[in-house]
């Protein structure tokens, strides 16, 4: 039996108190063994939400292997306890531990957090408090781990700068590895100059930002108007790139978590960065250029993934799956040779088009599950102001497909908010929703069976984005579009469901803000903001009070129109696309003039250096290429 | 003491095998939904010929003595698999065994008759280890309470239910034994309780009935911890025989 720590033992006695107590518990197939003591350097990788959320990420996933592939260092994991355990832990005032050693996350060299969404800030202050780790950076001490952030919220991590010491921009996998050997120097050294020397040394690293060395300025009515930094460090810190993707270590043997997860399967990434150019979306600006795995790659991975893990479903993964260029010979090759009995295959995030519901009907995810495609738009008219590159036709011919296939449910997702819409462009939404339910009657004769389900999202201006000047709509504004949309919907077999405005107020807000604005989150947390992308947790009352105490206004981030030559608090942070790309993209959106994917049309003069022009860096693979 | 027809036993290959699982302490928190896709996943590892079930989504068939407790311990959890074609225990056993994570193990491995009745229809009791670490009382206390604890008529508990009401029901027909040794590192309660179906005795229920009398024989203000509880044993009782899982 295993000696258990006197933590240990603690958290053994509340776990019979608490909800699914198996994601406290670690130990899970593929989880790192052997001993803390074994390694000298150590990092605790945390997902500031959920276990069952967390897990499901792939990007834990990697570091967590590249990390733990070295015999020197020990990577833990490590994800927000759940309100009950939470309250466990206070009362008894126990810290929060990791998984694999149930070592306190204070006692770890550094603490990593993963930054996906914006309403999961709240989240990573639960973490330091609950790890009784001192929330501003000013407080802790040299033996406190260095709290490092990532992920592409990272991309304006000002909100969060008092709370990090570094914040990772891009690619992890090489960067965590120059980052945790620079640590080691540091201490062999023993830590010359303390935080500061190290802050200075990390610095160097490309795609490492230490905002204790960066300080914004702000003009005599409140506005951001720059952003000084301190002598030998970069003044703008450029993202990291991973070349090469089959060079990446890949996670064919990752942790198999117990407990349900949000996605319970296996990944494999067919690529990463995306060129489509949606104008709203950040991913797709930050992650560029595109870096695609070969086919013999993904062929390889995905097999040994097969056998490792014994998944029923691998889910091949990426931010626009069917535009990966052997995605018809690959699905085809893995669909005949699949190791293990009955593993199906899985594309999320479908491109709308026919080729891409063949290639989903092949792993017969559209008879088993059904179509989810995002149009985002109604109208052709604002499909080509947010430069979403689907037509009608392309979405006549997706259905066309779906329908004779055998698919009987439809999920579409819709932005509603976008720049220029109109009341047209939202009757625009209902009339695709009609076209579906005529396309279904025709193949089968009769309207029912078909179900639709219809979700909305309220528009989120992102920074680095071609929409990055332009205001959120209000919220009873949106209220009235969504009425509008379901006044002209048809009756019976459509599902509607949109987001909650306030929440996607405050995501605006703190996505496009300043450093003012961690005095906010602070005051939010101890509000009990927590769990914010919850709804079931989500309290508006937290935040607005605490946007007053600080006599902060968050329709001031969200709201305005923000002026052509204002300059943004996130601007020293570099992705590569230019300002000067984004604001043109931003007038060819006004004037709806899109701009085609440089995979298979000219260079479009991003800004991003990708060496190979209008073709971006992309590896060849082997096999039929389809392009669209 | 164990009554075993040499008929249900099948020696060599067979297309129904019988597993007996660990679940070690530190894994004891994982439920028997989440044991359950552990070991599906731990068979697809194998590669070993199991039969899977039709549908969109096929599963390895499995079918379980009874359901685990979260929280409890086990030596003793009794699965049946089905295979495709006759397949020798001990290579299953062996390969299963290694494939599943660190915490669960497979202690035995045989074929049975394939037309026997299935283990959850068969067993109907098990015995729990109750590990009383700390500050207890005496053995002499232990044996009268305990003697004192059986000659009640009725132990009547209240059973909480997962989106029902709550039900008051009689625990005391469904305890057949309760045994107490002094160990080194405290009191060892084993007892056999009912398993299943309406004679279903929950370990966590014997011990909060447990508790009282404990407490009350320790006269002292400080409160006994609660025992560490582990199931070594699953059986069918019948006429006062115990017949073992590998044998019903």
Redesign the interface.
């Known amino acids: 039996?295993?000696c258990?720590s006197e933590l240990g033992a603690q958290v053994d006695e509340i776990?019979?108190e608490v909800q699914?107590?198996?994601q406290?518990?670690g130990?899970?197939?593929g989880?790192v063994?052997g001993r803390w003591e074994d390694s000298e350097t150590r990092v605790a990788l945390a997902y500031p939400d959920s276990y069952g959320v967390g897990m499901s990420h792939l990007g834990l996933q990697i570091l967590y292997r590249v990390i733990n592939g070295h015999e020197e260092f020990r990577a833990e994991r490590v994800f927000a306890p759940l309100t009950d355990m939470a309250e466990k832990l206070r009362s008894r005032n126990l810290p929060l531990f990791s998984l694999e050693s149930r070592k306190p996350v204070s006692e770890f060299d550094f603490l990593g957090i993963t930054l996906q969404s914006e309403l999961t800030y709240t989240n990573v202050l639960q973490l330091l408090s609950l790890s009784h780790i001192p929330l501003r950076r000013q407080s802790r001490a040299l033996s406190d781990p260095f709290v490092v952030v990532g992920g592409p919220c990272a991309f304006n991590a000002e909100p969060l700068a008092p709370f990090a010491d570094l914040v990772a921009l891009g690619d992890g996998e090489e960067l965590i590895m120059e980052l945790l050997n620079c640590f080691r120097r540091w201490i062999k050294e023993r830590r010359p100059g303390g935080k500061e020397e190290f802050y200075c040394r990390a610095a160097q690293i490309e795609g490492i930002y230490a905002p204790a060395l960066y300080d914004p300025e702000y003009d005599e009515s409140g506005n951001f108007s720059s952003i000084s930094c301190e002598k030998g460090v970069p003044s703008r810190v450029k993202k990291r790139v991973l070349e090469d993707l089959n060079r990446g270590e890949f996670p064919v043997r990752p942790v198999?978590p117990?407990?349900?997860t949000v996605h319970?399967r296996g990944v494999v990434e067919l690529f990463r960065g995306c060129t489509r150019g949606c104008r709203f979306c950040l991913p797709g600006m930050v992650y560029r250029p595109v870096r695609e795995r070969s086919a013999d790659n993904v062929c390889d991975i995905t097999r040994q993934l097969v056998?490792?893990?014994?998944?029923?479903e691998v889910s091949l993964s990426s931010l626009s799956s069917t535009d990966y260029s052997s995605i018809g010979s690959v699905v085809d090759q893995l669909v005949d040779t699949m190791?293990?009995?009955?593993t199906s295959l899985s594309l999320p995030s479908l491109r709308v088009d026919a080729v891409s519901v063949d290639v989903a009907d092949k792993v017969r995810e559209v008879r088993?599950t059904g179509l989810t495609v995002a149009p985002e738009a109604g109208s052709q008219r604002l499909r080509d102001v947010i430069n979403k590159g689907v037509t009608q036709e392309d979405f006549e011919d997706a259905l066309q497909r779906a329908f004779s296939a055998g698919c009987d449910n439809l999920k579409l997702y819709f932005m509603m908010g976008l720049p220029t819409e109109t009341d047209a462009d939202i009757i625009a939404q209902a009339e695709m929703v009609d076209m579906a339910r005529r396309l279904y009657s025709h193949h089968r004769k009769s309207q029912r069976g078909l179900r639709i389900s219809v979700s909305v999202a309220l528009f989120v201006p992102k920074p680095h984005t071609p929409f990055q000047w332009e205001p959120q709509l209000g919220a009873e504004e949106f209220q009235r579009r969504v009425e509008l949309l379901r006044g002209h919907l048809p009756s019976g077999n459509v599902k509607v469901t949109w987001s909650d405005p306030q929440s996607a107020l405050i995501e605006a807000a703190l996505a496009r803000g300043d450093r003012r604005l961690a005095d906010v989150i602070q005051s939010a947390w101890e509000k009990g903001a927590v769990f914010d992308g919850w709804s079931e947790h989500f309290s508006f009352q937290a935040w607005r009070e605490a946007f007053d105490e600080e006599d902060l206004d968050p329709w001031y981030y969200a709201s305005r129109t923000r002026g052509e030559n204002e300059p943004f608090p996130w601007e020293h942070l570099d992705p590569g696309v230019t300002r000067e790309f984004l604001l043109s993209e931003r007038r060819r959106a006004f004037k709806g003039i899109p701009t085609p994917d440089c995979r298979w049309a000219d260079c479009s003069g991003c800004g991003m250096s990708c060496g190979v022009t209008g073709e971006h860096g992309r590896v060849q693979s082997s096999g039929d290429e389809h392009v669209p | 003491m164990n009554m075993c027809p040499e008929s249900r036993v099948v020696r060599q290959c067979g297309k129904r095998l019988r597993c007996r699982l660990s679940v070690?302490?530190?894994?004891r928190?994982?439920?028997h939904l989440?044991?359950m896709?552990?070991l599906?996943?731990?068979?697809?590892?194998t590669?070993a010929p199991v039969q899977?079930s039709r549908g969109?989504?096929?599963?390895p068939q499995m079918s379980f003595a009874t359901a685990r407790p979260?929280?409890l311990s086990s030596e003793a959890e009794f699965v049946d698999f089905t295979m495709q074609r006759p397949y020798c225990p001990d290579e299953f056993g062996e390969a299963l065994d290694g494939?599943?994570?660190?915490?669960f193990s497979v202690s035995g491995c045989k074929a049975v008759s394939e037309d026997g009745p299935s283990l959850m229809a068969a067993l109907n009791a098990a015995r729990y280890e109750l590990l009383y670490e700390g500050r207890v009382p005496q053995l002499s206390e232990w044996q009268a309470a305990l003697c004192e604890f059986l000659q009640r008529s009725s132990i009547v508990i209240t059973r909480e239910r997962h989106n029902k009401p709550d039900r008051r029901l009689d625990i005391r027909p469904n305890i057949y034994r309760l045994r107490v040794s002094s160990e080194s590192c405290g009191i060892r309660v084993l007892a056999d309780l009912g398993l299943g179906g309406e004679n279903n005795v929950r370990p966590s229920e014997l011990v909060s009935a447990l508790q009282a009398v404990v407490q009350e024989c320790l006269q002292a203000t400080q409160e006994v911890r609660r025992p560490a509880v582990h199931r070594l044993e699953v059986y069918r009782r019948e006429d006062n025989q115990k017949i073992s899982a590998w044998c019903v």
């Open positions: 039996m295993d258990v776990l019979p699914k107590p198996s406290y518990m130990r899970e197939y989880a063994q198999i117990y407990a349900d319970d056998l490792e893990t014994g998944y029923e190791p293990l009995r009955a088993n | 070690a302490r530190p894994v928190w994982v439920s989440e044991f896709g552990m599906t996943r731990a068979v697809r590892r590669a899977y969109f989504n096929p599963r979260v929280g494939s599943m994570p660190k915490g």
